[in-house]
Each structure stands twice: as C-alpha cells, then as structure tokens.
C-alpha cells in the first residue's frame, strides 16, 4: 500500500469498535482510511513523528482527533483547543492510548506515557469532543494529571469483562510490575491493580521501548523488550486486572525486537525484529510453554533488512506495518494462517 511519505515507527490504537479504528495517522503527515470500498491514503495530517501516536473515530467511523502525545489535532487538522503541552513523547513507542470515557458520549480519556522511563511517566488528560461547536477541547482542569513514574514506554487498553468499564495497562521501570488503571463512568481509579509477574524491566534505554498488545477478546498480553531482544506472553483477568502466567521468549542476537501484534482469532503472535528487518510467528496453540517457545517461525523479511517497526491490525483483518524509509506498508494478508502461508507482503 503506497503512502507517499517516510516513517520509521508506527502507531499504538488500542480500540474497541471497528469503526473507532477507521482512521490512522502516523510517520511524516500519513494517514489512512478504511472504507467499505477499500483503504484510502493520505498526506494532509499534521502530524509528524517516527514513534509514538494514536487516534481516534467515532462509533460511526467520523474522525475525532489524533495525538504525539504532546499535541492534539482535531478532525479539521487544527491543534486542538488546550491540545498542547501534554506530557507524553513522540519519541515514545506508545506515547498515547484514547479512549471512550464510559457512559459518558463525546468524552475520551487520554492517557500519555514519557519516552526511556522519564520522570513524567504516565499521565492523562480528559477531552470533550463537544467543546468548539464539535471539535473538542481538552478540559483543563484534568490536564496532565499524574498516576505513576518511572514507567517503560509501553501502554495499552483492554476492555473489563462487564464490557463497560476499561483497564490502561503499563509497566513500572527497574521492575517486574504491570500496573492495570480501571476507568469506569466515574473517572480513574488512580490506585492500580499491581502483578509481578515475569522478567524485571531494567538495562539501557532501549529495553524501555517496545510494544505491549492485548489480543482480540482482552485475556492474554505480550511485550517485546529491544535491547535484550525477550518476547513476553501472559495470561489477563480482564475482570480483576492481574497478568500471570509468564512465557518467555529470546529473539535471535541483533534483533531489537519492537512491534507486536496478534492475529484477529488470538490464535497467533507476531513480532517485528525492528534490527534486522524480519518478522516472526509463534503458535499461541501449540501446547506447553517450551512448545510455544519452539513454534517460531521466520514469515517475512525486508529486502535490505530495512528497520521494520510496529505492527498494526486493521478493520480490513490484515496485519500492516512500516518499513525504514521506503514509501509502503507491508502487510501480513492472512494472519491468521500458521506458518508462511500467512503471506507477509513487503510492498
């Protein structure tokens, strides 16, 4: 799929209808829309970042707004009314996550993460979209508003089993611990569910980057760690917050291991080797831990082993991902295939 414009790293849109995921923008001024006639790409956005961004639609898939985690851009491309200044970093692997405040229409909490563990740590802002005749605004008073530092520059959204209220995953720094935030109609629960469970997050400042990811029904995570090249898979009770039940996985030397990504039946995980160009699969059905472990499966390289970065499921069921400065995103068609039948597509 061309795009007409360079990128290094993708996106992070955790949402929860198909039609809130219509819209993407990412990498330099790119954007996409799905459609019920196709996908469509563009180079108007106002955004321009090599990592971290996310945005959001409406239930009926009209764009609301999009975010570096520092600015918000409304649906008309404008920064967004008190839309500057937040503290989170493009720079950031999932430098923001939006999502509907529940049972609250035209509310969206925003919740933004600092780049290699930096003392803003996670924070979130609330935005009404029917401030400014329906362009939105971020209310003031909730702007920035501390949970916890320092933190890896990984966050992600899981819808809670009652199907209303949502969990915002991170994890703390220097430390095996998730931290699971529940929103409910009420606002932030700022007190989170906290499980120690698997590796302790520590090294240099890569191994603070790195995506986290839910699958589709919200009862498994897995992280990638790019200095010490680990995958992580686990267990999640979307109804009490605790992670458990650690697998882990060491990726081949020198493979800077960043985006993740499961396949829409939950049945598979990717990751993208961000340092040499390739992406893996593993059977989440394999059997046991070591047979999960032993399921890698190379599917799809970079000609040049350009940087290949987040890797992103679309409403179309495909999976897409970025390649170093080349002007396409790559594509894994059939993602829910075992093995290189998958058909991983470079251009």
């Known amino acids: 799929m061309k795009y007409y414009t360079f990128l290094l790293l993708f996106l992070s849109t955790e949402l929860f209808a198909q039609k809130e995921a219509d819209w993407w923008f990412f990498g330099r001024n790119a954007s996409v829309h799905f459609t019920p006639s196709g996908v469509a790409s563009y180079t108007d956005g106002a955004l321009s970042t090599e990592e971290g961004c996310s945005v959001i639609s409406d239930k009926t898939g009209k764009l609301l707004f999009y975010t570096d985690g520092i600015t918000v ?118 007190e989170p569910i906290v499980s120690a469970v698997g590796k302790v997050h520590e090294g240099g400042d890569l191994n603070t980057q790195g995506y986290m990811k839910s699958n589709p029904d919200g009862t498994n995570l897995a992280l990638a760690l790019e200095e010490s090249g680990d995958v992580e898979i686990f267990d999640f009770d979307n109804a ?59 599917v799809g390289s970079s000609p040049n082993k350009e940087w290949i970065g987040a890797l992103q499921l679309g409403n179309d069921g495909a999976i897409y991902f970025p390649i170093y400065n080349t002007p396409f995103l790559g594509k894994i068609e059939s993602p829910n295939t075992l093995g290189k039948d998958c058909n991983v597509k470079m251009n």
């Open 73 to 190: 851009w409304n649906a008309n491309h404008k920064v967004m009314k008190n839309g500057q200044g937040l503290m989170g970093d493009p720079s950031s692997t999932q430098s923001s996550v939006a999502i509907p405040r529940p049972k609250h229409p035209g509310e969206y909490y925003l919740f933004t993460v600092a780049a290699t563990a930096n003392s803003a740590g996670i924070r979130y802002s609330l935005i009404n979209t029917k401030y400014e005749a329906g362009l939105g605004a971020v209310v003031e008073a909730s702007k920035n508003t501390a949970l916890v530092s320092p933190v890896t520059e990984k966050m992600t959204a899981v819808r809670h089993r009652n199907g209303t209220d949502i969990w915002v995953i991170g994890h703390k720094w220097k430390s095996n611990e998730f931290i699971a935030f529940l929103v409910t109609e009420s606002g932030v629960k700022v």
């Open 240 to 298: 009490t917050g605790k992670v458990s039940k650690p697998i882990s996985i060491v990726m081949p030397t020198g493979s800077y291991v960043y985006g993740i990504e499961f396949s829409p039946n939950g049945s598979l995980l990717y990751a993208s080797a961000a340092g040499n160009g390739a992406i893996f699969q593993f059977n989440l059905q394999a059997g046991s831990d070591a047979k999960i472990q032993a399921s890698q499966v190379l």
